[in-house]
């Protein structure tokens, strides 16, 4: 029988399966990482407890309405306390301003406008949007006004300055007007007239649309309405005494700081202002608004519009060149579509697009310049027409529409030049075509034939030759021997009269 002993193991005996340190530092190296992760993110700024800051310091137009719309909606989406919307602008666009005003508006975010910083202005549209932002706040050194509507049309108002300041009945006088101080609703009178009658309509719609801002925001509304009718304009300290805004601050920081408490009513109800501590998160363009702003200029839309007819006009000319038609195509719908974002006459559109046609159909239809140089008169015409507005940044210059003229002008050229030239050229098709060939005499060559005598010279000599691979029967004025090489001069019917190569033709014999 066999007996396995044991022996118990010493107390110091390593056991069997020994412990190795390594996982334990790297589970303890793991959690001190993620605390690290957990620390850093609760100290990083929240989306939802952030204060948004955007700024416009351009004129108010469709990418900047794009833009502050597309923000206002974010913002509302993170539940952001407050939105700053920071100005810098000389006005804009009636349509662009209304957009973002809606957008302000139907916002359950409260929206401050702030104009800063110092220096900067909120004129004409920005004064609109400043009455209908929740809170208003201005930076020392700024100011704000001049909101009356700029006329329409070519080169600006019209005669009479239909849209210009009108003196209000006050009893405070002269004086009051130039600091903008009002104690009644503004009367006065308005321009008459015919020409002034949409000038009217304009003006007492804008005064009663910044006079309902006002209101709603319990603004001063008497001042609103003056800066409408009279274009004054108010510095940060007067605007503050005469209740146009309702703070001064430094900065963004400064004016969250002071909003913090308050209590505004937005579209989701009365909302209280918690900021004292919140960061500041700043929202810059994307290239969504980079590029609006690039393609609403007027100058560029106009210059996509010609590149893209031009691009499609050398696509047709030279078919399967695929590159100039594809270019052009994506020019003439960007433009088309900058265009649509602008506030257009389509009359003075018709006619450029009217312009181009023209010079393309020059090519085609070569009437040597008329078509062409006709097509420059209206499409110089239709691009002093073309933006039915005079608000800052966005009129056409007169050197770019000379410019494109002249260029325009230049493609008549060349292509009347090359139609002329061509016209010049010898007919290298049909029964004249033969004209001016060379050719081989054969058989037994020209001999002498006293048929073709005449009074004055002596007989021609007549037989065959091969002119363009063809036989055809030839006269000469001297007899010439089988393989002389002769030049074609003419052809009556079936006939031909040849000259010897080593002669050289008259200029009369060759056309």
Request: net charge neutral; with cysteine.
């Given at each position: 029988?066999?007996?396995?002993?044991t022996?118990?193991?010493a107390p110091?005996?390593?056991?069997?399966?020994?412990r190795?340190p390594l996982?334990a530092?790297?589970?303890?190296?793991?959690?001190f990482a993620?605390?690290l992760v957990?620390?850093?993110v609760?100290?990083?700024?929240?989306?939802q407890?952030a204060?948004?800051?955007?700024?416009v310091?351009?004129?108010?137009?469709?990418?900047s309405a794009d833009?502050?719309?597309?923000?206002?909606?974010?913002?509302a989406?993170?539940r952001?306390?407050l939105?700053?919307?920071?100005?810098?602008?000389?006005?804009?666009?009636d349509?662009s301003?209304?957009?973002?005003?809606k957008?302000?508006?139907?916002?359950?975010?409260?929206?401050?406008?702030?104009?800063?910083p110092?220096g900067a202005?909120?004129a004409?549209?920005?004064?609109?949007?400043?009455?209908?932002?929740?809170?208003?706040?201005?930076?020392?050194?700024?100011?704000?006004?001049?909101?009356?509507?700029v006329q329409?049309?070519?080169?600006?108002?019209?005669?009479g300055?239909p849209a210009?300041?009108?003196?209000?009945?006050?009893?405070?006088g002269?004086?009051?007007?130039?600091?903008?101080?009002?104690?009644?609703p503004?009367?006065?009178?308005?321009p008459?007239?015919t020409?002034?009658t949409?000038?009217?309509?304009?003006?007492?719609?804008?005064s009663?649309?910044?006079?309902?801002?006002?209101?709603?925001?319990?603004?001063?509304?008497?001042w609103?309405?003056?800066?409408?009718r009279?274009?004054?304009?108010?510095?940060?300290t007067?605007a503050?005494?005469?209740?146009v805004?309702?703070l001064i601050?430094?900065d963004?920081?400064?004016?969250?700081r002071?909003?913090?408490?308050?209590t505004a009513?937005?579209t989701?109800?009365?909302?209280r202002?918690?900021?004292?501590h919140?960061?500041?998160v700043f929202?810059e363009?994307?290239w969504r608004?980079?590029?609006l702003?690039?393609?609403t200029?007027?100058?560029?839309?106009l210059i996509?519009?010609?590149?893209?007819?031009y691009?499609?006009?050398f696509?047709?000319?030279?078919p399967?060149f695929?590159?100039?038609?594809v270019?052009?195509a994506?020019?003439l719908?960007?433009?088309?579509?900058a265009?649509?974002?602008?506030?257009?006459?389509?009359?003075?559109?018709?006619?450029?697009?009217?312009?181009?046609?023209?010079?393309?159909?020059?090519?085609?239809?070569p009437?040597?310049?008329v078509?062409g140089?006709?097509?420059?008169?209206?499409f110089?015409?239709?691009?002093?027409?073309?933006i039915?507005?005079?608000?800052?940044?966005?009129?056409?210059p007169?050197?770019?529409?000379?410019?494109?003229?002249?260029?325009?002008?230049a493609?008549?050229?060349?292509?009347?030049s090359?139609?002329?030239?061509?016209?010049?050229r010898?007919?290298?098709?049909?029964a004249e075509?033969?004209?001016?060939?060379?050719g081989?005499?054969?058989d037994d060559g020209?001999?002498?034939?006293?048929?073709t005598?005449?009074?004055?010279?002596g007989?021609?000599?007549?037989?065959w030759?091969?002119?363009l691979?063809?036989?055809?029967?030839?006269?000469c004025?001297a007899?010439l021997?089988a393989?002389?090489?002769?030049?074609?001069t003419?052809?009556?019917?079936?006939?031909l009269?040849?000259?010897p190569?080593?002669?050289?033709?008259?200029?009369?014999?060759?056309?």
């Open positions: 029988m066999l007996f396995h002993r022996s118990p193991a110091d005996a390593p056991p069997l399966h020994p190795h996982p530092r790297v589970a303890r190296a793991a959690l993620a605390l957990v620390c850093a609760a100290a990083a700024p929240s989306p407890t204060v948004v800051v955007m700024t310091n351009s004129a108010i137009g469709p990418a833009f502050v719309v597309r923000t206002l909606a974010r913002a989406e993170r952001a306390p939105v700053i919307l920071q100005l810098d602008t000389p006005g804009g666009l349509t301003m209304r957009q973002i005003i957008a302000i508006l139907a916002s359950p975010v409260p929206v401050a406008a702030f104009v800063a110092g202005r909120a004409s549209a920005g004064t609109y949007i400043v009455y209908a932002s929740h809170f208003a706040a201005m930076a020392p050194g700024t100011n704000l006004g001049a909101a009356s509507p329409f049309g070519i080169g600006g108002a019209g005669g300055n210009g300041p009108i003196s209000p009945i006050s009893p405070t002269p004086a009051s007007a130039a600091s903008g101080a009002q104690t009644g503004v009367q006065g009178p308005l008459g007239g020409e002034a949409e000038a009217r309509k304009v003006m007492h719609d804008s009663a649309y910044i006079r309902g801002l006002a209101q709603l925001r319990g603004r001063n509304a008497d609103a309405e003056h800066a409408v009279d274009a004054v304009s108010l510095s940060a007067e503050l005494d005469q209740h805004i309702d601050a430094q963004p920081g400064d004016l969250a002071q909003l913090d408490g308050r009513m937005t989701a109800g009365p909302t202002i918690a900021t004292a919140a960061p500041l929202v363009p994307d608004s980079h590029f702003s690039i393609i200029d007027p100058n560029v839309a996509l519009l010609s590149l893209g007819v691009g499609l006009f696509e047709f000319a030279n399967g695929v590159l100039p038609g270019v052009g994506i020019c719908l960007i433009g088309l579509f265009m649509q974002l602008l506030p257009v006459n389509y009359a003075g559109l018709g006619l450029v697009l009217l312009g181009l046609a023209c010079l393309v159909a020059e090519a085609f239809l009437t040597f310049g078509l140089f006709g097509g420059i008169v209206a110089a015409i239709g691009s002093l027409m073309l039915d507005t005079n608000t800052p940044g966005y009129g056409i007169l050197p770019l529409i000379a410019g494109l003229a002249l260029g325009g002008a493609f008549v050229g060349t292509v009347s090359v139609a002329l030239r061509a016209r010049r010898p007919v290298v098709t049909g075509a033969i004209v001016g060939s060379i081989e005499v054969i020209l001999q002498p034939d006293k048929r005598a005449v009074a004055g010279s007989p021609l000599a007549t037989g030759a091969r002119v691979g063809e036989r055809w029967q030839v006269a004025d007899p021997a393989g002389s090489r002769v030049r074609v003419g052809r009556s019917g079936l006939k009269t040849v000259t190569l080593h002669e050289v033709p008259s200029e009369g014999e060759q056309s």
